[in-house]
């Protein structure tokens, strides 16, 4: 059974930048697609972006200026930089695993953007 | 790339059904049959439950269905019971973005 756990700081002030992570158990992560979504108090999912083993990734056109991910093979973990933040910023974070479907999810770590 | 249009409210009495409409375009919903349906109960993560606009994993009750004509995607839930309270998101693959979510909708059970 594939489980995704996100992590990192939950407070991040304005215009530097958000890190996270997601430790991957019970499949392999120089397989399949791995992917960010964010989702604003009270407000709809978007996706940020995914990456392949082998260091592909795609990006919303939105925010491609301000994203890039990675892999760290050796710890199972995949990962979420997003510089120059503002309040819009502020959301939950969810990493999830998929090509043309999102399944399974993390269960999603609050980041907040406030000095 | 736009979000996908859902109604941002449908209600229903137990046992009734309902369905939530996904409005995409050519270039998305109409293009693909790579539609997916997501469940989320308040503070918690989505919930694949139909995915290929039609498809059910396995565990997912056959009271949720999905289907498609042109450019929009459509999601029935049958026999609505309150478990069926919950944020309903579609979700499309699309030229410009692997993943476009829908507005999402508000399911309440009257």
């Known amino acids: 059974q594939v489980q995704l756990q996100e992590s990192g700081p939950g407070l991040v002030k304005p215009s530097e930048t958000l890190s996270l992570t997601c430790t991957v158990s019970?499949?392999?992560?120089?397989?399949?697609?791995w992917n960010w979504i964010r989702q604003p108090a009270g407000k709809g999912l978007e996706w940020i972006g995914r990456l392949y083993a082998g260091g592909a990734t795609n990006y919303n056109p939105s925010l491609t200026d301000r994203v890039t991910m990675s892999l760290d093979t050796s710890k199972s973990q995949f990962s979420l930089k997003l510089n120059s933040v503002t309040a819009a910023d502020t959301a939950v974070y969810y990493c999830?695993?998929?090509?043309?479907?999102?399944?399974?999810w993390g269960q999603g770590t609050l980041v907040t953007v406030s000095s | 790339q736009s979000a996908l249009t859902q109604p941002a409210s449908v209600s229903g009495s137990p046992g009734q059904s309902i369905t939530i409409s996904c409005t995409g375009t050519s270039s998305d919903v109409g293009s693909y049959n790579l539609v997916s349906w997501y469940q989320q109960y308040p503070g918690k993560a989505p919930k694949l439950i139909i995915y290929e606009t039609s498809k059910r994993p396995s565990g997912v009750s056959n009271r949720f269905s999905g289907s498609k004509s042109r450019n929009t995607a459509s999601l029935t839930v049958s026999g609505l019971q309150a478990e069926d309270e919950a944020d309903y998101y579609c979700c499309s693959y699309a030229r410009s973005s692997p993943f476009v979510f829908g507005t999402g909708t508000k399911v309440t059970v009257l």
């Open positions: 019970g499949a392999s992560i120089t397989s399949y697609y």
């Open positions: 999830a695993l998929g090509m043309a479907v999102l399944d399974p």
